[in-house]
């Protein structure tokens, strides 16, 4: 099977000064999984941008190519790379909740991407978006397809907008940090769904990301950046098992590992009084079509001085 993506010598600048990107090179085929790994500030989402035409302001390709299904997307016009947008190759920003037209629903905002980029009915869009937003642990769809984005939460947000892009099936799909604004349980739940996306339609899926754990877990393939530079690349196995580079070595010293502490108390006394006390408290927020929303429910605890409490929970 021949390669669906392929980046040669792939360069890109700001204002014709900061080479963002340099000489990169990879392929992809369908239904493969490729990771790119680094610091802020190392190019990661400049490379991925610049696959689909979408740099910001001063960004510029300097040389190299971007084949995608035998098309060299360097040399297309901006309206035969718009064709390609949203069915072929589908994008989830980082923070792309934040994107959202705050003045249309859900809805609104949902049928007209899906029903731009697929010949199906309005029906079987609207069921098709349910089916997204229900895998994605949104529980009442329903009330999402008729809230507002102002009237989401960032994660509830995050989540709408990577059903979007999902949706539409795309051949390739460009996500930038697409769990970074996700609590964990729905994080494990973004990566199954890319994961059978690839499998099932075979989807090929470039994923930024600074997490480790999410690329060793999903990818084929595993590119490591630094300062605009694809330091290592190789299989999954290879870098995260048998890594070259010290810089890659560094980046998996550093994932967090989660350890018991121990306390020690030896020579501390304390008598700290309480300094905050909550008893029974509830909050209800009046939701639309006069249904109610428990937002806190008979929540009760103290606080002694000194003290530091974790919240911790879905979105």
């Known amino acids: 099977m021949g390669s669906l993506l392929e980046v040669k010598d792939y360069s890109i600048t700001y204002h014709n000064k900061v080479l963002a990107v340099n000489k990169a090179s990879f392929d992809l085929k369908a ?3 490729l990771s790119v790994v680094g610091e802020s ?4 989402s400049t490379l ?45 920003f980082q923070d792309a909740g934040q994107a959202m037209d705050p003045i249309k629903t859900v809805r609104k905002q949902f049928m007209e991407y899906t ?18 937003l229900a895998r994605l642990h949104l529980y009442d769809p329903e009330r999402v397809m008729d809230s507002y984005p102002f009237e989401l939460s960032g994660g509830m947000k995050q989540r709408v907008a990577i059903a979007m892009a999902m949706a539409q099936s795309p051949r390739l799909l460009l996500a930038d940090e697409p769990t970074s604004a996700l609590d964990v349980t729905v994080q494990a739940q973004v990566v199954y769904e890319l994961e059978r996306l690839a499998k099932i339609y075979q989807t090929a899926i470039i994923i930024v990301t600074h997490n ?12 490591v950046m630094r300062n605009g530079v694809i330091e290592e690349y190789g299989s999954k196995d290879q870098v995260i098992f048998h890594p070259r580079s010290d810089y890659t070595k560094m980046l998996l010293e550093a994932v967090p590992k989660l350890k018991r502490m121990q306390k020690d108390s030896a020579g501390v006394t304390t ?45």
């Open 115 to 132: 029903l731009t980029h697929q010949d199906i009915s309005v029906k079987e869009a609207e069921e098709l978006a349910h089916s997204w």
């Open 212 to 223: 480790m754990g999410v690329a060793s877990y999903l990818a084929d393939h595993i590119a």
């Open 31 to 33: 239904g493969e999984v």
């Open 271 to 315: 008598e700290a009084g309480q300094l905050l006390k909550i008893n029974e408290v509830d909050k209800v927020f009046q939701g639309r079509r006069k249904k109610e929303v428990h937002a806190v429910d008979n929540v009760s605890f103290d606080m002694l001085e000194g003290e530091c409490l974790g919240i911790v929970g879905e979105s």
């Open 48 to 92: 991925i941008r610049g696959v689909l035409g979408l740099l910001s302001s001063g960004g510029k390709v300097k040389e190299g190519k971007v084949i995608f299904d035998g098309k060299d997307l360097t040399s297309l016009s901006p309206k035969e790379l718009q064709k390609l947008r949203g069915h072929d190759i589908a994008m989830i």
């Open 41 to 44: 500030g190392s190019g990661k």
